[in-house]
């Protein structure tokens, strides 16, 4: 019989423990994760007047976001991918769609894609992803992605 220390379990993760003794654990992985960006679905119209124009932001930090092109409709087809650079503790992606407007954009809807299961297996999708409204009782509509993670494993 082999037994696995839990050290070795836990040998891609780093535990962060807070003064009050609260555990958290973070991916130590790094690499490349590649966003294919397909579609929309049934996004909520925020225009009063005129036809939507949609367009998805999306980023693991704020400062770096990347925008897919404008699109028209409620249904935008996409066909774009994105890559961004995973460091280590990165485990989320947020995703932001957007109605653009000549004066101010408005918020169609957003949400937050844990990126634990693509790390640890190396791709997700394409699935719909949904963006709630009203604590998620509703929907502002779906964005439907591919995910692929590519770890860098140079030191």
């Known amino acids: 019989m082999k037994l696995f220390t839990i050290a070795a379990f836990l040998a891609p993760l780093a535990a962060l423990v807070a003064a009050d003794g609260t555990i958290t654990i973070q991916a130590t992985k790094k690499g490349q994760l590649y966003v294919k960006l397909n579609r929309a679905t049934k996004l909520t119209d925020k225009d009063l007047f005129g036809k939507s124009d949609p367009f998805i932001e999306m980023w693991l930090e704020k400062a770096y976001k990347q925008r897919s092109k404008d ?85």
Not at 80 to 85: E, K, L, V
Not at 116 to 130: A, F, S
């Open 71 to 155: 699109t028209k409709g409620l249904n935008p087809i996409f066909d774009q991918t994105f890559c961004f650079y995973v460091r280590p503790g990165q485990n989320k992606l947020y995703i932001r769609a957007v109605d653009k407007d000549t004066f101010r954009n408005d918020k169609i809807g957003d949400a937050t894609i844990p990126l634990d299961n693509v790390i640890n297996t190396g791709r997700e999708g394409p699935k719909d992803y949904p963006l709630p409204k009203w604590l998620g009782f509703s929907s502002n509509g779906n964005v439907n992605m591919q995910l692929q993670f590519v770890e860098d494993t140079s030191a």
